[in-house]
C-alpha cells in the first residue's frame, strides 16, 4: 500500500526525499522498485542499480559514526561479534547441495527476463529460509512445489515482486505475504525436467525429517546456552535474547528449546509482530530480573534487521 502510494505521490514533486530505517528486504529487484520513483532517469525496476549513480543520491548512516557525547563517551554501547563455530552433516551439506543444482538449473532453463526476475526471487529466497531452519524453509519449499507447474505467467508475478516487502507489524501476515508471493512466482517457471523434479523430491524429504529435530545450528546453539546459562546444571544470572528472521524459525526454535528444559518456571518467553500488547508487556516484564537465580531465553523475529543475532545464519560449504 505504502510503495503504491508513492507511485502515485512522486510524480508531483520536483524533489523527493526517502527516509527509513529498513530501506528493503534484501533483493535487488525490490531495491530497484524503491528507487524508481525517487528518480526514474536515474533507476528502473528490474535494472541492477548503478554504484555511481546510487552514491550520488543514497546517504547510509551507521551508529559507529556518531560522534561521541560532550563528555567523551559512546552513545551506544560498543557491539562485539564473536562465531558460534557450526559442524554441518553430510546430510546438510546434501541438501544445499541440492538446493543450488536446483538453483542452477532453473535459471540455465529461463529464456526471458522477467522469468529470471521470477526465478531469482523464489531461489534467493528458498536459500535464506533454509539458512534460518528447515521449518522455514520446508514451508516455502512446500508452497513452491504445489505451483510450480502453474499455467499462468507474466506481469501478475512481477507485480507481486516489486511490491514485496518485508516491513510488516505482524509477523503472521508477512508469512503468509511470502507464501503468496512465492506461489504467484512460482506459476511463471518454465517446466521442470526429470532432474529438477528429483532435487525438489530429495529437498521435501530433507525439510519434513529436519522439521522434527534440531540440526547442527541449533544444537551448537544449545550447547552454548547450556554453558552460558545453566554450567553445571544451575542457572546463573546471565540472560539470553535470540533472534530469528522469520516466524517459522521462531516457532521451531521455541519447541526445541522447551525440550531443552529451558522453559521451565517460565524462563523461556516469545516476542513477535501482531502479538497482543498486554501478552507483549508480561513477555518483556518476565524478562527483567524478578529475582535471584531466575533468567530467561528470550525469541524475537522483528529486531534482527537492527540488532545482532546470536542465531547467525551462516552456509556451509
Same mark, same amino acid.
Given at each position: 500500500?505504502?510503495?503504491?502510494?508513492?507511485?502515485?505521490?512522486?510524480?508531483?514533486?520536483?524533489?523527493?526525499?526517502?527516509?527509513?530505517?529498513?530501506?528493503?528486504?534484501?533483493?535487488?529487484?525490490?531495491?530497484?522498485?524503491?528507487?524508481?520513483?525517487?528518480?526514474?532517469?536515474?533507476?528502473?525496476?528490474?535494472?541492477?542499480?548503478?554504484?555511481?549513480?546510487?552514491?550520488?543520491?543514497?546517504?547510509?548512516?551507521?551508529?559507529?559514526?556518531?560522534?561521541?557525547?560532550?563528555?567523551?563517551?559512546?552513545?551506544?554501547?560498543?557491539?562485539?561479534?564473536?562465531?558460534?563455530?557450526?559442524?554441518?552433516?553430510?546430510?546438510?551439506?546434501?541438501?544445499?547441495?541440492?538446493?543450488?543444482?536446483?538453483?542452477?538449473l532453473?535459471?540455465?532453463?529461463?529464456?526471458?527476463?522477467?522469468?529470471?526476475?521470477?526465478?531469482?526471487?523464489?531461489?534467493?529466497?528458498?536459500?535464506?529460509?533454509?539458512?534460518?531452519?528447515?521449518?522455514?524453509?520446508?514451508?516455502?519449499?512446500?508452497?513452491?512445489?504445489?505451483?510450480?507447474?502453474?499455467?499462468?505467467?507474466?506481469?501478475?508475478?512481477?507485480?507481486d515482486?516489486?511490491?514485496?516487502?518485508?516491513?510488516?507489524?505482524?509477523?503472521?501476515?508477512?508469512?503468509?505475504?511470502?507464501?503468496?508471493?512465492?506461489?504467484?512466482?512460482?506459476?511463471?517457471?518454465?517446466?521442470?525436467?526429470?532432474?529438477?523434479?528429483?532435487?525438489?523430491?530429495?529437498? *521435501?524429504?530433507y525439510?519434513?525429517?529436519?522439521?522434527?529435530?534440531?540440526?547442527?545450528?541449533?544444537?551448537?546453539?544449545?550447547?552454548?546456552?547450556?554453558? *552460558?546459562?545453566?554450567?553445571?546444571?544451575?542457572?546463573?544470572?546471565?540472560?539470553?535474547?535470540?533472534?530469528?528472521?522469520?516466524?517459522?524459525?521462531?516457532?521451531?526454535?521455541?519447541?526445541?528449546?522447551?525440550?531443552?528444559?529451558?522453559?521451565?518456571?517460565?524462563?523461556?518467553?516469545?516476542?513477535?509482530?501482531?502479538?497482543?500488547?498486554?501478552?507483549?508487556e508480561?513477555?518483556?516484564?518476565?524478562?527483567?530480573?524478578?529475582?535471584?537465580?531466575?533468567?530467561?531465553?528470550?525469541?524475537?523475529?522483528r529486531?534482527?534487521?537492527?540488532r545482532?543475532?546470536?542465531?547467525?545464519i551462516?552456509?556451509?560449504?
Open positions: 500500500m505504502r510503495t503504491l502510494a508513492i507511485r502515485m505521490l512522486a510524480p508531483h514533486f520536483e524533489h523527493k526525499l526517502f527516509l527509513s530505517a529498513t530501506p528493503h528486504n534484501g533483493y535487488q529487484e525490490s531495491f530497484a522498485a524503491l528507487l524508481e520513483p525517487l528518480d526514474s532517469q536515474r533507476f528502473a525496476r528490474a535494472v541492477t542499480p548503478d554504484r555511481t549513480q546510487l552514491d550520488a543520491v543514497m546517504i547510509r548512516r551507521m551508529k559507529s559514526e556518531l560522534k561521541l557525547r560532550w563528555d567523551g563517551s559512546r552513545r551506544f554501547a560498543e557491539r562485539v561479534v564473536k562465531h558460534l563455530e557450526v559442524s554441518y552433516t553430510d546430510e546438510e551439506r546434501g541438501a544445499h547441495k541440492a538446493l543450488r543444482r536446483y538453483s542452477e532453473r535459471l540455465k532453463n529461463t529464456d526471458s527476463d522477467d522469468g529470471r526476475m521470477a526465478t531469482e526471487f523464489v531461489l534467493k529466497l528458498m536459500k535464506k529460509r533454509l539458512f534460518s531452519s528447515p521449518s522455514a524453509f520446508g514451508i516455502t519449499l512446500q508452497k513452491h512445489v504445489s505451483t510450480v507447474d502453474g499455467k499462468e505467467r507474466g506481469s501478475v508475478a512481477l507485480r515482486i516489486e511490491e514485496y516487502s518485508d516491513d510488516y507489524a505482524d509477523d503472521e501476515e508477512y508469512e503468509a505475504e511470502t507464501s503468496e508471493v512465492v506461489a504467484s512466482a512460482s506459476q511463471s517457471f518454465s517446466q521442470l525436467s526429470a532432474e529438477e523434479r528429483e532435487l525438489l523430491s530429495q529437498l *521435501t524429504n525439510a519434513e525429517k529436519a522439521s522434527l529435530r534440531p540440526d547442527s545450528k541449533a544444537k551448537t546453539l544449545i550447547e552454548w546456552l547450556n554453558q *552460558t546459562l545453566r554450567a553445571g546444571g544451575k542457572w546463573n544470572e546471565e540472560r539470553v535474547i535470540i533472534f530469528t528472521e522469520y516466524r517459522a524459525s521462531q516457532k521451531w526454535l521455541f519447541d526445541l528449546l522447551a525440550r531443552e528444559g529451558f522453559a521451565e518456571d517460565g524462563r523461556l518467553e516469545m516476542i513477535y509482530g501482531g502479538m497482543p500488547n498486554d501478552q507483549r508480561r513477555s518483556r516484564q518476565r524478562f527483567r530480573p524478578i529475582r535471584r537465580n531466575r533468567k530467561s531465553v528470550y525469541c524475537s523475529r529486531m534482527l534487521r537492527r545482532a543475532s546470536i542465531y547467525k551462516i552456509a556451509p560449504s
